[in-house]
């Protein structure tokens, strides 16, 4: 009866052991599921909007399990800053327009920090800048003197429209080059103008007789300060539109 006593006591061992076994197997699997790490989304920019909004969408594939997301990106413009969005409930962004390269990634994030997948790899997508109108072009008139100005009665100033409001551009670069002359478009060296300037009277030397020169003259979103760029418009303009705008030639012969 001893042994046979023994034999069940054993058993019983036998059986809590196997049942502990099995829970905690199971338990490892159930952990294992719910601690596992998310499959990586995918992003790519679905929306570039212009006037008046000037927003880009980047959307991305719902991952299975994530709770939310978090988006990093990083404007050419601004190449040192990185920006972050977190706690993205749904499978879409939208972000500030701005000119230039976009590059962003895109993580999911689940119940628990473990369930945190991969950062994806750097998406890139170009925004093309925007263009300011074409400049009209002049008519000069003579001063005397061999000078001439620009007839401010047919200048008409490039405006542009940002969120429903127009602007002018106040600054013009100008240049002009003589007859024979070896100098290009490649190797002008402009002066800003005001528009209180250019109404004011701004006077150009051309020589009676010398023949047919060539002035150069487009609008700028900026002015040269001893060789540094100082932004004469409001900062959004710069973040959309493109600063290389192409001179107007105008030839004058005297």
Do not use: C
Request: aromatic share 16%; net charge negative; hydrophobic share 35%.
């Amino acid at each position: 009866m001893a042994k046979l006593g023994l034999a069940k006591k054993w058993l019983v061992i036998i059986i809590i052991v196997a049942v502990l076994a099995v829970a905690g197997g199971t338990y490892g699997a159930v952990y294992g599921v719910m601690h596992r790490k998310l499959k990586t989304p995918t992003a790519e920019v679905t929306s570039v909007v212009g006037e008046p909004d000037y927003t880009i969408t980047i959307s991305w594939n719902k991952v299975s399990g994530a709770r939310v997301y978090t988006v990093e990106y990083i404007y050419s413009v601004y190449p040192d800053t990185v920006y972050t969005a977190n706690e993205i409930g749904g499978t879409e962004l939208t972000i500030k327009r701005v000119k230039g390269e976009l590059k962003f990634r895109i993580k999911a994030l689940g119940k628990y920090e473990s369930n945190t997948s991969d950062f994806s790899e750097w998406y890139s997508y170009n925004v093309v800048p925007l263009t300011l109108d074409p400049f009209r072009g002049i008519t000069f008139k003579n001063v005397g003197n061999q000078g001439y100005q620009i007839d401010m009665d047919y200048f008409y100033p490039v405006t542009y429209v940002y969120k429903g409001e127009q602007f002018t551009i106040n600054y013009y670069e100008v240049d002009a080059i003589g007859p024979g002359e070896e100098r290009d478009q490649n190797s002008l060296q402009p002066y800003a103008y005001s528009l209180l300037e250019l109404h004011e009277g701004v006077t150009f030397n051309f020589p009676v007789g010398s023949g047919t020169w060539q002035f150069y003259i487009r609008p700028v979103l900026y002015v040269n300060v001893n060789g540094v760029k100082e932004y004469i418009h409001n900062k959004e303009i710069y973040e959309l539109y493109d600063e290389e705008i192409p001179y107007t030639i105008i030839e004058q012969t005297v």
